[in-house]
């Protein structure tokens, strides 16, 4: 069972961006933090990097190494840097009740570095999330090969891991969204699920989820659902909670294996009993009779809408095979009337755009 710092001012959540994947979605996610308790810390070998990224801390690992010039998308280099760094990890990572952290596959900095991250902080007795992105199947087979391999080490030490592969961006967003939109619309995913469980974990409800409940809930390891659904119309809670369940940005699992569930309805009025017999009813079906499910009602008047719901599932198994992120697929027929995101500001090119560039003189 994890250890958990109980502290006077409340939970601290650690939320970590690795690389240069981890630290745009910091950027696209600092403005809109609206909790003192989430403290955002950036982790990457480039210093220039670095110092465009929006954080409360940022920390340059390997600077003896690398020099602050990157891991030059090797892994063993990125997690050279953070063996030189661990000092400056275990310090940030003793201070979090819990860390989420984003990353990158397939480069150099966050395919190395994060695993030994997640590793820290299981041995801190840490629970430990990640949300990871796989590369396009455009960039060829070996980012695949170094992703998948970084991905496969990453499940051995952390609680759960999300995989958002890119080319579900365009399956689902289409060709013709533009590309740093999509980006933003996959990083809201960790901005949303950020936001639940700080709700979840500080808010007092009328059935409360404690921090002991979610570490039970992050010992069961293995492929996890993390999801947040949202309506306003409590005839629409079904459909929020498909959403949460579904999310065609995420890497499926399937939940029939799943040993631990959080259900966490957060409203802004009043759920009725048969709307939350309904909601725990649907998703206990889903798991194994032998799961362990912890159900938690709060009452958040400052939510956006009306009715919030999130689902965590852990110990679970995938659905997709990774490996084949770079077979060729035969082109389906996309719904007509699939919505598209509106256009939101534009934020920092992801990092496997940017290293396209060419490298600037003074290196």
């Known amino acids: 069972m994890f250890q958990l710092i109980q502290q006077n001012d409340g939970l601290s959540i650690g939320v970590f961006g690795i690389g240069g994947c981890g630290c745009n979605t910091l950027n696209s996610i600092f403005e809109q933090r609206e909790s003192e308790q989430a403290h955002l810390y950036s982790v990457n070998t480039d210093k220039v990097v670095l110092e465009h990224t929006q954080s409360d801390e940022a920390v340059l690992i390997g600077a003896e190494l690398t020099h602050g010039y990157g891991a030059g998308a090797d892994p063993k280099v990125g997690l050279q840097a953070a063996e030189e760094s661990k000092d400056q990890l275990l310090t940030l990572i003793n201070g979090c009740d819990i860390i989420l952290?984003?990353?990158?596959?397939?480069?150099?900095?966050?395919?190395?570095?994060?695993?030994?991250?997640?590793?820290?902080?299981?041995?801190?007795?840490?629970?430990v999330i990640f949300v990871a992105t796989l590369p396009f199947s455009s960039e060829g087979q070996f980012r695949s090969n170094i992703a998948q391999a970084g991905l496969n080490e990453l499940k051995e030490h952390a609680?759960?891991?999300?995989?958002?592969?890119?080319?579900?961006?365009?399956?689902?967003?289409?060709?013709?969204?533009?590309?740093?939109?999509?980006?933003?619309?996959s990083n809201q995913i960790l901005h949303s699920l950020i936001k639940s469980l700080i709700d979840m974990l500080c808010y007092q409800g009328l059935i409360n989820v404690?921090?002991?409940?979610?570490?039970?809930?992050?010992?069961?390891?293995?492929?996890?659902?993390?999801?947040?659904?949202?309506?306003?119309?409590?005839?629409?809670?079904?459909?929020?909670?498909?959403?949460?369940?579904?999310?065609?940005?995420?890497?499926?699992?399937?939940?029939?294996?799943?040993?631990?569930?959080?259900?966490?309805?957060?409203?802004?009025?009043?759920?009725?009993?048969?709307?939350?017999?309904?909601?725990?009813?649907?998703?206990?079906?889903?798991?194994?009779?032998?799961?362990?499910?912890?159900?938690?009602?709060?009452?958040?008047?400052?939510?956006?809408t009306n009715y919030e719901l999130l689902v965590i599932a852990t110990g679970a198994s995938s659905k997709m095979v990774i490996d084949d992120l770079n077979k060729d697929k035969q082109p389906e027929e996309k719904e007509p009337n699939k919505a598209k995101p509106e256009t939101t500001d534009i934020f920092d090119i992801p990092a496997f755009i940017r290293n396209q560039a060419p490298a600037p003189c003074t290196k």
């Open 210 to 304: 404690d921090l002991n409940d979610f570490a039970k809930i992050m010992d069961c390891q293995g492929d996890a659902v993390l999801g947040v659904g949202k309506c306003n119309d409590e005839s629409e809670l079904t459909t929020a909670l498909d959403s949460a369940l579904n999310n065609p940005l995420v890497n499926q699992v399937d939940m029939s294996s799943s040993t631990g569930v959080i259900i966490q309805v957060n409203c802004k009025d009043e759920i009725s009993l048969g709307s939350y017999n309904l909601i725990t009813d649907t998703v206990r079906q889903q798991v194994s009779s032998n799961a362990l499910v912890i159900c938690g009602v709060s009452k958040i008047e400052s939510l956006s």
């Open 101 to 127: 952290c984003a990353t990158g596959l397939g480069g150099g900095t966050g395919t190395g570095a994060s695993p030994y991250i997640a590793q820290l902080a299981s041995e801190q007795n840490k629970p």
């Open 159 to 185: 609680n759960a891991v999300i995989t958002l592969p890119n080319d579900q961006l365009i399956e689902v967003l289409g060709n013709d969204i533009g590309l740093f939109d999509a980006f933003k619309h």
